[in-house]
T-cell receptor, first 109, second 115 residues
């Protein structure tokens, strides 16, 4: 089955810095790559997604890049703010979603 | 729209007890899912449904059962609770699925403690 690895497990940055989280996957048939943000005590919420026929997608301060050949994709957050502090999960989809183990992002003022 | 709602928010069970976790969505989504989230881990798929009357196993189905009699509801049943089922359970729904995955919308979760 699909195997998803996510790094780093924790990431601390200063407000205004950029943050990058990376995920690798194993199944070349996977064609959908969403990123979810989970705040304390809440369910995950989609923040951005990308499909296998696209290499990069941006939405204001967040972007996702996909390298199908290397089987990895990354989440980029620019100009981080304290409210970006949360746990971020990548996921990989074909038939079903398989989630990474999460990255705890802490943005210090 | 309330989205995906789950009840209860928190429950303590004794070993061997049974309970049903409720999940309802008001978005007319075809696909519904149950995940469990253990500390420091990602979400693991327990069961999913592609429509009323159709359910299938996910990655970790042992010890659980589901049914889907309506589009809106997708309850998860624990028959004989075990400490290994201590976790946070999330229900999710999506309009599309299968080989064309779409956004999954998650409920707020049910925290279950089995003692």
């Amino acid at each position: 089955g699909e195997n998803v690895e996510q790094h780093p497990s924790t990431l601390s940055v200063q407000e205004g810095d950029s943050a990058v989280i990376k995920c690798t996957y194993s199944d070349s048939a996977s064609n959908y790559f969403p990123w979810y943000k989970q705040e304390l005590g809440k369910g995950p919420q989609l923040i951005i997604d990308i499909r296998s026929n696209v290499g990069e997608k941006k939405d204001q301060r967040i972007a996702v890049t996909l390298n199908k050949t290397a089987k990895h994709f990354s989440l980029h957050i620019t100009e981080t703010q304290p409210e970006d502090s949360a746990v971020y999960f990548c996921a990989v989809g074909f038939q079903k979603l398989v989630f990474g183990t999460g990255t705890r992002l802490l943005v210090s003022p | 729209n309330a989205g995906v709602t789950q009840t209860p928010k928190f429950r303590i069970l004794k070993i061997g007890q049974s309970m049903t976790l409720q999940c309802t969505q008001d978005m007319n989504h075809n696909y519904m899912y149950w995940y469990r989230q253990d500390p420091g881990m990602g979400l693991k798929l327990i069961y999913y449904s592609v429509g009323a009357g159709i359910t299938d196993k996910g990655e970790v189905p042992n010890g659980y059962n589901v049914s889907r009699s309506t589009t809106e509801d997708f309850p998860l049943r624990l028959e004989l609770a075990a400490p290994s089922q201590t976790s946070v359970y999330f229900c999710a729904s999506s309009f599309g699925g299968g080989t064309y995955q779409e956004t999954q919308y998650f409920g707020p979760g049910t925290r279950l403690l089995v003692l």
